[in-house]
């Protein structure tokens, strides 16, 4: 069905009919309910436009149930600025939520004035449902009225107490629904609203790509947090003291919420927040870390963290504190206060250049306990006693449950591309561990290849073993190059793609995925891809897919060479990590104006040597054949 809704949509074919455009209307708002449902992005997309294609009239003149179906369509998979386009002014829909999806549209698409009339007609139709006043108090927020946005943020908890429940980031997968209110956020609910909308509206801003706007809006969070901070109530800091013996009585709190250990990846962003913290990044203070026991990604991991951290992981204490993190608590997306604020990863990047500058050592080193489960893990995989390996992690859409289409999906590689890779170890004597999870493909069946990610032996342990003691690690812009990170464990990276700013010290080198222009038919340069707007959007392939450009995958050539080169720096014969040539001189002019972006990285020589275009050298050097493949 969905092959025949491909053709139609290739070649315009009108369904005139009327006893057929019945049929199809059936048929495709079957399908559409369906591939919805299932979370099916690219299926859900094309069905939209053979829907606008076939049955044009009912949407543009908002028949039911069609014109309805393409909007809640296009609303699921965050196409806001396609369904604002199709309104040039206000319209009385009748329908409440068709109302809800048009003001949320408006409001994602900056147009917060259109949103408000949507919301408040949403709210005449009916005015059950918190949600419609949670997003009208945003556009408020948006037109700079707080004291209206307070209002409804107000009205918004009255219907709906449990949605009082702070937000500081996605990653945390708050059970808004089981939340339980403690009495005195309630009665505060409409100025802590404030600060977690803001929040909410940066991030969401964020993952569209507006950089400019995110960036203005968490810095009012962060403005607002300070006119809200105080002291935690004497009695939680009592129980603090009696949790941690480090936990000192007089010194100022940070809190950080547990979307800081729902990923293996966030888990190790608390390096940096170390790092951060040690360079006079943070104030001292007691970091307290929330850690609940069904939302840590790799309680192993996190254990190294408690020489530093005052970890709570007590549900009924975690509860109590929870809501505090609007006064006194740090997130992993902005940084900066009343004057400045700058994305946390860009403030992180500056924290490990300078940490790599002063030299100073990883803040991890794998336990005994570690080694001896990582001992008896390479056995079990057939690796002998003092072979050496180098860990592979290549990203697949898996574990995040991603679909076709989904916006991560440009961050994804094939392990395929890396068959020479692994043949220049193997060959070598070295074993290529599989590093990831059990939702992925199999690996290639190859020599002294293990892919340990789909093997019975996998263990929280293990993994932390094999990212702190393998010779280098494979890897890409995905959480686990993080953990590597906080043990010193050298890395080459590849397939990378990132609109944030990179956590990577000395010790890692990398390639990126080219990012191609599908209209002006050349490869961006680093120059203009990696500063705002463009950089921007990278956070998500289908901002990418409508802004025209998309990710390129690195060659199994340029994967092969990149780790060629991370071999003979780490071999004696006497290759510098650094390299001065007229390639790299020629990079950092093009990174001028986003020098920070890769931290104290440095890109592979060879390939800066053969994509000259990346640097601004040359614009057009892209084969007739590769045009044609990338149009």
Not at 10 to 28: A, E, H, K, N, Y
Not at 398 to 425: C, F, M, T, V
Not at 604 to 617: Q, S
């Amino acid at each position: 069905m969905l092959s025949l809704a491909a053709r139609i949509m290739d070649r315009r074919i009108p369904i005139v009919s009327g006893l057929t455009r019945r049929s199809t209307l059936s048929i495709i708002g079957a399908l559409l309910t369906m591939e919805m449902t299932a979370g099916h992005v690219e299926n859900t997309l094309k069905l939209a436009r053979l829907a606008n294609l076939t049955f044009r009239p009912h949407i543009r003149y908002r028949r039911m149930p069609m014109s309805f179906l393409y909007f809640h369509a296009l609303f699921r998979n965050r196409q806001y600025d396609r369904i604002t386009r199709e309104f040039s002014g206000a319209e009385n829909i009748g329908y409440h939520y068709f109302n809800h999806i048009l003001g949320v549209a408006h409001l994602y698409s900056g147009k917060p004035e259109a949103a408000r009339f949507y919301l408040k007609r949403a709210i005449s139709l009916n005015d059950a449902y918190s949600s419609d006043y949670r997003f009208l108090g945003r556009a408020e927020l948006l037109l700079q009225n707080t004291t209206m946005a307070e209002r409804w943020f107000d009205k918004s908890v009255e219907l709906a107490p449990n949605t009082v429940m702070a937000h500081q980031n996605y990653a945390g997968r708050y059970d808004i629904n089981a939340y339980k209110p403690a009495a005195w956020e309630l009665k505060k609910a409409r100025s802590l609203l404030l600060y977690d909308n803001y929040g909410q509206l940066a991030e969401d801003f964020f993952l569209l790509g507006r950089y400019d706007e995110s960036l203005a809006l968490y810095h009012k969070m962060l403005v607002h947090q300070r006119k809200l901070a105080s002291s935690l109530p004497r009695q939680l800091l009592e129980k603090l003291a009696r949790l941690d013996s480090k936990f000192v009585l007089n010194k100022p709190v940070r809190l950080l919420p547990y979307e800081w250990v729902t990923q293996f990846g966030h888990i190790g962003l608390l390096d940096s927040y170390l790092k951060m913290a040690q360079l006079g990044m943070y104030p001292d203070a007691n970091y307290v870390l929330l850690a609940p026991a069904n939302r840590v990604a790799n309680p192993e991991y996190l254990s190294y963290w408690d020489k530093w951290f005052t970890i709570v992981r007590d549900d009924e204490l975690i509860d109590a504190l929870f809501p505090y993190q609007r006064y006194v608590g740090d997130n992993f997306m902005a940084y900066g206060g009343w004057e400045k604020t700058e994305f946390w990863t860009r403030a992180a990047a500056r924290a490990h250049i300078e940490w790599s500058k002063q030299a100073r050592p990883p803040l991890l080193e794998v336990s005994a306990e570690h080694r001896r489960v990582g001992a008896a893990t390479l056995a079990a995989l057939g690796v002998p006693e003092g072979a050496w390996y180098v860990g592979l992690h290549v990203r697949e859409g898996g574990y995040h449950g991603e679909s076709a289409g989904s916006i991560g999906g440009h961050r994804n590689a094939s392990i395929e591309d890396y068959i020479p890779a692994i043949k220049l170890i193997t060959e070598q004597g070295g074993y290529v561990i599989r590093l990831g999870d059990r939702s992925m493909r199999p690996a290639p069946e190859l020599e002294r290849l293990i892919d340990y990610a789909r093997s019975p032996v996998k263990s929280s342990a293990a993994d932390i073993f094999f990212c702190s003691t393998s010779r280098f690690v494979i890897g890409t812009t995905s959480g686990l190059t993080t953990a590597c990170v906080s043990f010193g464990t050298p890395l080459v990276l590849v397939n990378c793609v990132s609109n944030d700013w990179q956590l990577w010290p000395g010790n890692v080198h990398f390639i990126l995925k080219p990012i191609w222009d599908l209209r002006g038919k050349r490869f961006l340069p680093f120059s203009e891809a990696f500063v705002p707007p463009v950089q921007g959007y990278l956070i998500n392939a289908q901002v990418m897919h409508r802004k025209g450009i998309r990710a390129v995958p690195n060659t199994p050539e340029e994967i092969a060479e990149a780790v060629r080169h991370k071999m003979n720096v780490m071999s004696d014969s006497g290759l510098s990590a650094s390299d001065n040539g007229e390639a790299m001189q020629a990079y950092q002019r093009a990174m001028a104006d986003n020098p920070i972006m890769f931290g104290a990285a440095l890109p592979v020589p060879a390939f800066l040597d053969k994509r000259p275009e990346l640097l601004g050298r040359t614009g057009q050097m892209v084969s007739r054949q590769l045009r044609h493949a990338l149009a």
